[in-house]
């Protein structure tokens, strides 16, 4: 109340409402009566208006009508004015009645009074709201006529929906706007011929190329479509040669705040059949507040996501563990000035050096630990068979008994999809991660887990930097083979997802994230060259090489003899595997680490078969 009180146009406000309420009970008089108000009833308004006219603006401050600004007056303030005249002329009725039985007085009048000042008081707000935005849209889209004023380009929006008119609401509260809009497009057919804000619904998204308007650019404004429909539009918006952007889906945006100048190029994402992530926001808060929350791999794509979910939960302090330098330094200054109030350690630190480890658990002492060190490079984990055990095997073990050591109460390990029957080095180590991590036992006290999932769009060393590099330089696009598929999904939706399952998890299980449908690799390539504004096959070939070594034709998240149960979340699945013979699998871990020592990839490759039986190498 005292901030409302304060603000020098709170007055000005009173001072224009008073003014419109005397004139509206004085209008109800002239309206009752045509005109004829008699001498006995001007001295009942003089009467009156004293007392009616504070009445109303006390009704009027109570329902918070000069909190808004005025300017972004909308329909949940035309309500609040509602409910303020309303019930200022009831209490004004009632008293009348009360004290005079409407002796005197005319029922019509304070019915009348009842609309003209709602309709004043409404009036006046939606006028200040028109001419503080753009009130001759029309004359100002004529910008392009200014010297030096960049060219008016007419846009085609494609959705009528929601996300549509608010694009097209802030077109036209903009004064300098460089877009005009055409017309809309939409699937819906009770949506054709109709308008909104002006702008008329031209056909559905088949008829882009008969439309009767000429335009310069396409909007796409439905962010919820995804898969094969944004793929169909985008097919479609090729074919008109002109350029075509989208809006973030709703998910990447504050609620409700889809804007124009959020419009970027249609990415890979949008043609990737992902829906939006529901969290559970509370658990993973319950999960990581006030915690000391230590990610290993922080220099990584996933491992730093990671660190910037986990920063948005508020957490005790947030330790950075990672074997490369410049990534560490990196992310470390991005944190910092995201999460100023969150202290940050750094370690710059090689799991597979026990001692290490151990030092730098001593010095941060966390309580939450998520594990998504690893290598992952499936041919040079071939080539190179023994790096992959001491990084993916020792270093998840050491990582494990130090959590043990330091009494840590929740380790995350992220795992992956190629853990699943592996054919390669990779999968198989990140199988035996798995099982140690299923060792520790699932208590209150101590909750160890994995979580499984496929590929991640832009990761490093994935598949799509590198069309992105061979699509920059010309070159064609290598793919392995024509029937190669992975599943994919997005480096904040899998941060997010590995947080929700660890949120969770009670130890021991292993989660798998709901992936979606497999993607054909070939098929990628394609869609990539498209979003390039190039034609596959044309402007770049597509070669197939071949499959690499430890690569399968399609992954799997799911291998025989684990049973699967639903959770609570819709995209998070849990397994219950076997149990395992701890004692046994650290001496065969110990065995293969004696194995790599011998630099022979044959027997470290018979070693882990021994260990992971559905494990079938090439030897």
């Known amino acids: 109340m005292t901030t409302v009180m304060r603000n020098k146009n709170f007055y000005l406000m009173l001072l224009i409402d008073a003014v419109l309420v005397t004139a509206a009970y004085i209008t109800a008089y002239w309206l009752r009566f045509e005109g004829n108000i008699s001498p006995t009833d001007w001295v009942k308004i003089q009467k009156a208006l004293p007392y009616l006219v504070p009445f109303k603006l006390i009704c009027f401050f109570a329902f918070g009508l000069y909190r808004g600004m005025w300017r972004y007056t909308g329909i949940s303030d035309l309500k609040n004015i509602s409910k303020a005249v309303s019930l200022s002329s009831a209490v004004i009725v009632i008293f009348i009645l009360y004290q005079y039985r409407f002796q005197g007085y005319s029922r019509s009048v304070y019915l009348i009074d009842w609309g003209l000042t709602f309709m004043l008081a409404g009036g006046a707000r939606l006028l200040i709201r028109i001419l503080q935005g753009n009130p001759f849209p029309r004359l100002f889209q004529r910008s392009e006529n200014r010297p030096g004023a960049l060219p008016v380009k007419r ?32 699937d819906d057919r009770e949506k054709q011929g109709k308008e909104i804000h002006g702008i ?50 709703i998910w990447e945006l504050v609620e409700g705040k889809v804007s124009i100048k959020t419009v970027r190029d249609v990415t890979l994402e949008d043609i990737l059949n992902r829906g939006e992530v ?145 054919t390669n080095v990779m999968g198989a180590t990140k199988r035996v991660a798995e099982m140690l991590t299923a060792c520790v036992n699932g208590d209150s006290e101590n909750r160890f887990m994995a979580v499984r999932f496929g590929n991640v769009i832009g990761s490093s060393g994935s598949v799509i930097p590198l069309f992105q590099e061979q699509i920059f330089r010309g070159s064609p696009l290598t793919v392995t083979h024509p029937d190669v598929t992975r599943y994919f999904m997005s480096i904040p939706e899998a941060a997010q997802l590995i947080l929700q399952a660890g949120a969770m998890g009670n130890g021991k299980e292993i989660f798998i994230l709901d992936m979606g449908e497999p993607i054909r690799i070939v098929d990628l390539a394609r869609d990539m060259i498209r979003l390039s504004g190039l034609e596959p096959d044309r402007d770049i070939p ?49 065995e293969l680490l004696a194995a790599a020592d011998t630099y022979d990839a044959t027997a470290i490759k018979n070693k882990l078969r021994e260990i992971v039986p559905e494990y079938t190498p090439q030897l």
């Open 542 to 590: 597509i070669q197939f090489t071949g499959l690499r070594p430890g690569e399968k034709l399609y992954e799997e998240l799911i291998t025989e003899g684990e049973g699967i149960v639903s959770t609570d979340h819709e995209k998070i699945l849990v397994l219950k595997g076997e149990a395992h013979n701890c004692e046994v699998l650290n001496t065969q871990i110990d």
């Open 278 to 422: 529901h969290l559970d926001e509370e658990g993973i808060k319950q999960c990581l507040e006030g915690k000391r929350v230590l990610v290993t791999g922080a220099g990584g794509s996933i491992g730093a996501e990671l660190v910037r979910q986990a920063g948005r939960f508020n957490p005790q302090a947030v330790a950075l563990l990672d074997f490369s330098e410049y990534n560490l330094f990196s992310l470390e200054i991005e944190f910092r000035q995201r999460f100023s109030l969150i202290p940050v350690s750094v370690f710059l630190t090689d799991i597979r050096k026990k001692d290490s480890v151990r030092q730098s658990f001593r010095e941060f002492n966390p309580d939450v630990v998520l594990h998504a060190a690893a290598y992952k490079h499936v041919p040079m984990q071939e080539l190179l068979p023994w790096e992959a055990v001491y990084n993916n095997i020792l270093g998840t073990r050491n990582m494990v008994e130090v959590s043990l050591e330091s009494g840590v109460k929740r380790f995350v390990l992220v795992s992956t999809d190629k853990a699943v029957r592996p």
């Open 200 to 249: 008329r619904v031209l056909g559905t998204v088949d008829e882009i190329d008969r439309i009767p308007v000429a335009f310069d650019e396409i909007l796409i404004s439905i962010p919820s479509v995804k898969g094969e429909a944004i793929r169909r539009i985008v097919a479609l918006c090729e074919k008109t040669g002109k350029r075509f952007r989208t809006i973030p889906g």
């Open 155 to 186: 846009l085609l929006i494609i959705g009528a929906g929601d996300a549509g008119e608010k694009v097209l609401r802030e077109i036209n509260e903009t004064p300098w706007s460089r877009f005009r809009p055409v017309g809309l497009l939409d």
